[in-house]
């Protein structure tokens, strides 16, 4: 009797292990999983014609950071009207200041540095836009930047290339992929791949989706590749404000 109940006993710790192996493997899988963020800079006209258009087909939301004082062309491009950006933001997506006149933050003066932070984000809330977050023109920014950004939003881009963690990130120091005419969609692709193998937080940052004109630029048949390999890959996509809204929860 006494060795049957030992025998039990090795079977069922067993099971035990293996159970606690299994759920552990799931979990860890669970936890692999990377998040995704595509941003667009500028508020374009092809942003909302094109990327705008595509991902809600998709079923994606982006973030969109509107330049607040600056309205017809940008650097020869045509950019959206509020009223489409504010379509935008209807249908769930994120809107973000990139400031008033697109001015490197660290070659003005303090004042004036203190105006394009503060007053972006002031006119763009009067337009109706619930704005959170920013984008740094040319991703320009330092010590003093950052400490009045801090004042006025909760999170900023900056232009550092690489991936952000999800445990706990550095909302004042997000990281990013720069989506330009140079990478093919393979390219952008494997980034997705490598976030969701690794877990990681991976902003893509898009300018115009079109014509090939600039290094800036991204054609719209590679957008749309683009677009595949996000389904195909089923890494979640959220705003950086969602992510914001969960790391509250956490």
Sequence with gaps: MKKNFLVFGFVGLSLISI??????????????KGILTLTFDDGLK?????????MQKEG????????????????????????????????????????LDHLSLTILSEEEMKEELEK??????????????????FGSYNENVIKE???????????EDGFNSIENPNFYDLKSKWVMKKYS???????????NEEGRWLILDFHNIGEEQTPW??????????????????????????????????
């Excluded at 393979?186 to 791949?193: A, L, M, Y």
């Design 46 to 54: 092809s942003q909302y014609e094109i990327a705008f258009k595509e």
């Design 120 to 137: 972006s984000k002031a006119i763009l809330e009067n337009k109706g836009f619930e704005i959170k977050t920013i984008a740094f023109p």
């Design 217 to 250: 630029d991204f054609s719209e048949q590679k957008f749309k590749e683009v677009l595949e390999c996000i389904k195909n890959e089923e890494i979640e996509v959220k705003t950086i404000k969602e992510v914001l809204e969960d790391e509250k929860r956490n």
């Design 19 to 32: 159970l606690f192996f299994v759920v552990s493997q799931n979990s860890t899988n669970i936890q692999q």
């Design 60 to 99: 994606i939301k982006g973030t969109l950071f509107l330049l607040a004082d600056w309205q017809g062309l940008f650097e020869g491009r045509e950019l959206m009207s509020f009223a489409e950006a504010k379509e935008m933001q209807k249908e769930g997506w994120e809107i973000g200041s990139h400031t």
């Design 185 to 195: 969609s393979d390219e952008v692709c494997s980034w997705i791949e490598k976030a």
């Design 149 to 159: 950004t801090k004042k006025h939003y909760l999170a900023s881009r900056q232009m």
